[in-house]
Each structure stands twice: as C-alpha cells, then as structure tokens.
C-alpha cells in the first residue's frame, strides 16, 4: 500500500492555521484513542505509559508534521513507531488487534473533526485532499499493525513453524534431527532437493521498512513452499536469504527442474523484486550440508554477478565457485589488477575484453566509443602494467578470472556499505 500523493496546496491556510497546534492536537487525539478502549484496558495506566500513549502521539504529530511540511509521511516512518509497539502487545492479545484499529478510527475521526471545525469555506479543495490522505494514512497504519500482528502470533502460538526451521537448520549443520523431527512432527525422507534463496536488496528501503519487507516476503514464501509440496516444508528462508529442503519424492524426477522453476519465477512475481536461487537434487541427507553450501554459494554469485534472476545449478558456475574460493590462488589472480586500480579505463577496457572473448575486439570498441586502435593501444597498457598480456590465450584466462573476483569483490563491497537490512 502506497499513502496517495500529497495534493495540498503548498502553504495552505488549512494547514498553516492547526501547525501552532499540533502538539496539543497530538494530545488530544491520543485521548481518544485510548478512551475507545475497554475501561478494564483502557483504565490501566501504567499499561498504557510505557509506549502506547507515546507512539499515538509520536504517529499523530508526525503525521501533522508531514503535512505542515508539504510532503507525505513514509512507511518507514510510520514502521518505526508503530512496529515495536505491536510486537509487544501481539503476543498473548495484551491488546487485541480489533481494539487498536477501533481505536486508530476513532482516533482519525476526531482528527478530522478537529481539521473541519478549524476549515473554513475557501478550504473547501484543501480539505478534500486532506480527507483523501488521512483515508490512505490510516489505511497504511492498518496495515503496519495487522502484519505486525500476524508475525507476531505465528511466533506466540504456532511452534511448529519454529520447531521446522530449527529441524531445517539442523540438516544443513549436519546435527542430529530425530528429536527434532518429532518435535516439529515431520518425518525426514532419505532425499531431499536442496534449494537456496537470494534476494536482491530494495533500494533506498532500510531499518523497519526492509523488516516489514522480508516479512511479507517469508509469508509469501512459506504460503508457496507449503503449496508446492502439499504439506509444510521445511526451510531457513527469513525474507532476504535462506535454504529450503524440499522431499525429493515430492517432485516428478522428470519434471522437478521446471517445477523448481516454476516456483521461484512464482515467488519472484509476489515478490516484486529480483530472485536468485540455485538448487542441488536428490541429495541424500548426509550431503545436505555441504550442498546447501554449495547452493547459497551459487545463488549469492549469481546476484553479484548480475545475472537475470531465476534458478541455477552448481554446474552453472564452476569456474566462478573455484576461483572465489579463499586461498593463495585466490589472492595472486587478485592482485593481478591492483596495477589498474589507478586507470579505471583500462580496467573498463580489459572488462569489455573479457566479455566479448577477446575475438572481437572492434565490437568492443564500439561499445566503449573509441577507436579499435585505442582500444588495442589500452590493452597492451594493460599488460605493460600487470605483466600478464590478455590479448595471448593463457594471458587471457588469468584476466578473465581476475575481473570475476573483481566483480564479485566489488559487489561484495556495495553490499556491506548499504548497512544492515540489506539481502
């Protein structure tokens, strides 16, 4: 749910008249919500001190806030205050979810009462904007609430889903299961197909607004598993990244790749953003460690590497799995490009060298808009600095893999600087 755009005229006389009285505004909506409430609830103020009265009064100032600043309060806004307040009362129904939303348009009903009252005839369009955007505000704080509220009592009330994720993450360390499996009521088969989820990050979404995003996403998700396999399917998928083990004799072995596929491109149209996986089949359940390793591995080159989102398998990658991997190696084909960290053009040339195999060097240069003489003239730079020649075969390879770990270094790198909440 997106809150409508804000219509009101800029600096309008509505907004400007109630701007010395938000805070006492604030106060007073904040009343009435808590005066909906049941007297048994509503009568306990120590109940209430701590963090509900604050958080009406933080949404309710902040929304008027907004206003007085011409802009449209954000979702990330409005999660960051309302979120941990429905986190602490969900469990148990401290306060039912019925009660907080009678009480949210109770709320919004005097607020719009007191905006009326303060209108006056010329008002008339800024108070119809004003009516539209609380409609989409509230509807957007419903929805923060309810979601908020779901999570939480699958938590509270629901062990089983805790039970199959720690089973799941049992299997994949290569720790004893049987207690387990009891305990989450699953019988383990001898196989299983093992599957590993990446999601791309959604740009400029962070803090409380990324949370409320892979939540949504593991609903979705775990909606879609359980329907894939007619029955709950055990996985460590948070919303962002994760593994799923799927019972091998659940899929036709002669359809399971479509069907694989099928289910990410089906996860990847609910989600809304870019979906990676790859996928190991039949493995017996010793080997799922290390093939649930193999997978996230896989699935994370994939994404950093830029490929188009879908399912990938281990042969996919070889060469990439190899040269990635930590070691001595690893770090000489590295280093071989820290001559041209000082020339970004001649890494961009090597770079558009690599992609086109070195056989068609003036394509190459087309794409890069220069001469296919300057083009060659970069490239023997290139070796000149780095002492390995990519225009000769073996130099060539060595380049080849170096822009693979630079890429994926560099990838890495863009990741971490975006800060926590990011896939």
Known sequence: MTIAPLRLAAHAPL????????PEIALEVRDVCVSAMPIQVSATEGYFADDVRPAIYACCSGYLRALEESRTISREEIARIVMPVAERHAPGNRIGLSLLMSALHSGAGHLWSLIAESAEPSDAADLAAFTEHLFAFIGEVS?????TYIDSEQSA??????????????????????ELAIRADITLVDRYDVVALQIRSEEGISGPGAMLGARHRLRLAQQAFDHFAGGPVLNTFDGISGVVLLAAETVDVDQSGDAIEQLIATLERQFHIDTHAAVCRDIVRAEIPASGDTCRQVAEIAQLLGRPSGLYRPDDFL??????????ARER??????????????????EMHVQYGGADRKTAADKMF????????????????????????????LHAAAMIIHRIDRAKSGICAEGPGTS
């Open 319 to 328: 060469l990439e799995q190899q040269i990635t991997r930590p070691g001595p």
């Open 333 to 350: 084909i590295a280093a071989l490009l820290i001559p041209l960290r000082e020339h970004p053009h001649l890494l961009e040339t090597l």
């Open 157 to 178: 009330y629901s062990g089983d889903p805790l039970a199959r994720r720690a089973l799941c993450a049992a299997l994949l360390k290569g720790d004893p299961a049987e």
């Open 15 to 22: 907004v400007a008249r109630l701007a010395p009285r938000i």
């Open 143 to 147: 929805a923060v609430l309810a979601e």
């Open 370 to 397: 220069i001469h296919p003489n300057t083009f060659s003239y970069r490239l023997r730079r290139v070796a000149e600095l780095t002492g390995v020649d990519p225009l000769q075969p073996n130099g060539f390879r």
